[in-house]
C-alpha cells in the first residue's frame, strides 16, 4: 500500500482500555498519507506499506495527542504585575480589594474585542500546541455579563477554527461576582441561569457548564442553580470544587453526573465515593497548587483507590496559573502529586 511517511520501530503507547498500562505495541507502526494516519498498530500486523519517507524511532514512544482538559485560556490583558505584589507579601484576597485580581481581568477582557481575544489566546494555544496537544477545553469566565461571555466563547470557537485542533467550549458565568452585583450574588446567579444559560445554549457556544463553588465564588445552593438550568438545557455539567476549601462540592457534582470536578485539594472520603459512584472524572491541576503555593495535597491514594479516573490540565488562567505547558503539567503531577508516569500520561 503507498503512503507518504511511515514511522518503524516506535512503541506505541495506545492508552487502549483492553491492554495494561499504557497499551503498549511494543514493536509499532504507524503510516501516513494525505496529513492522515492510515495505519496504527502491530508492525507484524500491518501491511506492506512503500513509503516515501520512512522514520525510525529506535524504540521511542509515540503518545496520542494530549489533551487540555481544563484552560481558561480566552482572557484580555495580564496579571504579571501581581507576580511581584504576591512575593512583597500580598495575599490574593488584599490584590483582589486593590483592584486586580479577577476583576481586572474581567475589564481587560470586556474592553478586548472577540478578535482581540483571539489574539491574545493564540500564542497560548500554539505554546500547547508544540508540546503535542491536539484538544482543548477552553472555558468563558472572564466577561462575567451576557454579552462579554458570549464574545469570549465565540473566541474560543474560533480558535478551534484557527489552528488544527479540537476546541471544546465551557461556559464560566458563575466564576465570580461582577462589580454590578456586589453584594446580590443572587442576583447575578439568577442572571446567568436565566438569561446566560439560555441565549448560550440557543447559540450552540458550550459543550458544558462549569461554576466555581467555593467561599470566593459561589454556595453550593447557588451552584445547584447553575446546574439545574444547565439541565434544563441539555448541557452537560463540570464543576471547580474543594480547592481552598470542603464545601462538598464534587458530591454535588456527582449529584448531576457532572464530566469532571477540577482542582479537589480539600476533597474528603465521601466526596471520593460519590465521585467513584457516578463516573466522574478527577482533573487535576497541579499548575495552580504550585501557584499558589498549596500545602494540601488532593486525595490521590484515595481517588486511585476508589477507581476514579485521573486528568491533568494546566487551568492556564492569568491568575492562579499561568501556565502553558502540558509536559510541565505532567511533570508536576508526578513531582507534586505523586502520580506514576503512566498515570501522567493517561
Ligand atoms: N479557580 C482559580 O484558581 C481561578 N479560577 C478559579 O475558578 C482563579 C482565576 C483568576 O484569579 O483569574
Ligand atoms: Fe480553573
Known sequence: MRCDRIWVGARLATLSPELPGLGEIANGLIASRDGKIVYSGDAAGAPRFEAAETIDCQGRWITPGLIDPHTHLIFGGDRAHEFELRLAGASYEEIARAGGGIVSTMKATRAASEDELVASALPRLDALIAEGLTTIEVKSGYGLSLEHELKSLRAARKLGQLRPVSVKTTFLGAHALPPEYTGNSDGYIEEVCERMIPAVAAEGLADAVDAFCEGIGFTPEQTRRVFEAA???????????????????????????????????????????????????????????????????????????????????????PGTSPLTSLLLTMNMGATLFRLTVDECLA
Not at 497548587?289 to 494540601?296: D, I, L, Q
Not at 490521590?300 to 487551568?315: H, Q, S
Open 231 to 317: 439541565k434544563a438545557h441539555g448541557l452537560p455539567v463540570k464543576l471547580h470544587a474543594e480547592q481552598l476549601s470542603n464545601l462538598h462540592g464534587a458530591a454535588l457534582a456527582a449529584d448531576y453526573g457532572a464530566l469532571s470536578a477540577d482542582h479537589l485539594e480539600h476533597l474528603d472520603q465521601a466526596g471520593v465515593a460519590a465521585m467513584a459512584r457516578a463516573g466522574v472524572v478527577a482533573t487535576l491541576l497541579p499548575g495552580a497548587y504550585y501557584f499558589v503555593r498549596e500545602t494540601k495535597l488532593p486525595p490521590i491514594e484515595d481517588l486511585r483507590a476508589a477507581g476514579v479516573p485521573m486528568a491533568l490540565a494546566t487551568d492556564c488562567n
